[in-house]
């Protein structure tokens, strides 16, 4: 193959890492699992795979051709291998094969609004291999406002994880120990972008004084500034207003969190990154106003990644009205899944380009945990699942109605995450040298969605009754068959955590722009002073 690069940076050999796996007698529980924590494993992995004749489908180019795999490393992309009989063979003749999915935006384990979400980095991320994702970046929130004591609690909770993941630092303060910090989830710990909330006043909503210190620390860092982008005091006034009519349910969070909050929100980051020049990623676009400001802003040429989630794409809110409180509950989020309308202009702007990957915000919370706001939909914890979900239903929305190819599909999914977080081409591709995360996907093949089956903890699902055209047959994640007819054999503690370097190809150029901006100020200008005489 030509594509080919250095491969200084791999790990040791996953032949090593396995050796030290016990080996117990196989078995199932009722979701399809095959782990030590359901009293099962069968845990060899096949250091040697060929995936024979499949559609090789990467994000700039498709082929016919075989895909060799050797300790966990993509070793040969090409036609016809050869190999001994010692290697493990999957015919994928008339299938895709593809990148592993990467989600950007997940929330494991996360304690929010009195609660805890309820899948951990074991059973989501189990979850995620399931429907083809290999990879995700979780948000740690700080400690008491340390980011430092967050990084810890995150990276302890993480022990359970069973595939690769990353981490984004949520900042909820700023004082220097926060700058401090930032240098060392930098330059120590792998993190490369913070995430700035304008909204949940009075718990992490930041004001635009911290909003614009924190977009130049992230500047001088070469980390990516992220934004939930709502108007935080729009939020609260919207909720008051809410409760002054009586209106006390699920419905009330989408009345009290209306599009012009998000769009007021996302024109107002949009600016405040233009004006300290540095780049700015907006996750969970959830509406045509939001978009409008992102379309607006890349025409002109402002660096900004706009990142739509599953849910918006697919459902509307319609739900939120549901006279069952529990089906309805299960909807909220945060920001509101949108009117019907809403998730079309989003698809359009996914397959145009000016939307550039799709996410999850995966946040369960099961029936009694939403129950918390029966009373009050202030008190509903805010979140939906979709780690599971994503690939199938992004590929019967997008691929099967024609709104984009399987290469767009692989870029949305995977590759561009992969580029934006500065792991590319070691994640989000099939090249020579690339970890061999890879599903194998037959188009002609059907799924079903119902939280019956599903590997989340959640007794819910947002999806429930979904069908769809493209199931994903076989994941492998990091050289290791983890999902294949239909049973997942994963074992917690065997996940690794990917640091992701600062100054992904979103910084090229930023200084340049910096020099053009302050040649063309034409100052300070040099004046005479003269004095006057009385």
Request: proline share 5%; net charge negative; charged share 20%.
């Amino acid at each position: 193959m030509a594509n080919s690069f250095s491969l200084d940076w791999l790990p040791l050999p996953l032949l090593l890492l396995t050796s030290l796996i016990p080996l117990v007698l196989t078995s199932t529980n009722e979701n399809g699992f095959c782990t030590a924590e359901y009293g099962c494993l069968d845990f060899v992995p096949s250091p040697k795979i060929l995936i024979k004749g499949g559609t090789v489908v990467n994000a700039h180019h498709h082929e016919v051709a075989d895909v060799y795999i050797e300790d966990g490393i993509i070793i040969a992309v090409q036609p016809n291998i050869n190999v001994s009989d010692d290697v493990r063979v999957i015919d994928a003749t008339g299938k895709y094969v593809m990148p592993g999915g990467i989600d950007p935006h997940t929330h494991l384990e996360m304690e929010f609004m009195g609660t805890e979400a309820i899948d951990d980095f074991f059973s989501g991320q189990a979850a995620a291999l399931s429907g083809g994702t290999t990879m995700h970046i979780d948000f740690v929130l700080p400690v008491n406002g340390s980011l430092s004591a967050g990084f810890e609690a995150y990276s302890r909770k993480a022990e359970k994880s069973c595939m690769d993941y990353g981490f984004h630092m949520a900042i909820t303060k700023w004082d220097d120990d926060v700058a401090r910090d930032m240098d060392i989830m930098v330059k120590e710990r792998g993190i490369n972008s913070f995430k700035f909330f304008m909204a949940y006043k009075g718990s992490f909503m930041i004001n635009d004084e911290l909003l614009l210190e924190g977009f130049k620390k992230c500047k001088s860092l070469g980390a990516l500034a992220q934004v939930h982008a709502e108007n935080g005091d729009g939020v609260a006034e919207g909720q008051r207003r809410m409760i002054e009519l009586g209106i006390m349910g699920p419905e009330g969070h989408a009345l009290s969190r209306p599009p012009l909050l998000e769009g007021e929100a996302t024109a107002r980051a949009i600016r405040l990154a233009a004006f300290v020049n540095t780049p700015l990623y907006v996750v969970h676009v959830m509406s045509i106003d939001a978009l409008e400001e992102i379309a607006q802003a890349r025409k002109s040429g402002q660096r900004v990644i706009g990142e739509p989630v599953v849910s918006g794409l697919v459902l509307d809110e319609s739900k939120l009205w549901d006279p069952d409180f529990i089906t309805a509950a299960k909807y909220v989020m945060s920001p509101p899944i949108r009117k019907s309308g809403h998730d079309k202009a989003l698809q359009g702007a996914l397959s145009s380009g000016i939307l550039q990957l799709v996410g999850t915000d995966h946040c369960t919370f099961n029936s009694a945990q939403k129950a918390m706001g029966i009373h009050d939909f202030r008190k509903i914890p805010n979140g939906v699942n979709g780690i599971e979900e994503r690939m199938h239903l992004v590929w019967d929305l997008m691929v099967e109605t024609g709104q984009i190819s399987a290469s767009d599909f692989v870029r949305i999914t995977s590759t561009a995450c992969a580029q934006i977080f500065n792991i590319y081409p070691r994640k989000g591709a099939i090249l020579t040298g690339s970890d061999a995360d890879i599903i194998i996907l037959n188009p002609n093949s059907s799924f079903q969605i119902n939280a019956e089956s599903h590997h989340s903890r959640t007794d819910t699902n947002v999806y429930e009754g979904k069908r769809g055209k493209g199931k994903i047959e076989v994941t492998i994640s990091r050289g290791r068959i983890v999902w294949e007819n239909g049973e997942l054999k994963v074992e917690p503690g065997t996940g690794r955590y990917v640091p992701m370097p600062p100054f992904s190809y979103l910084f090229d150029g930023i200084d340049k722009m910096d020099s053009a901006y302050y040649s063309s100020l034409h100052a300070p200008v040099q004046r005479m002073i003269k004095t006057v005489e009385s």
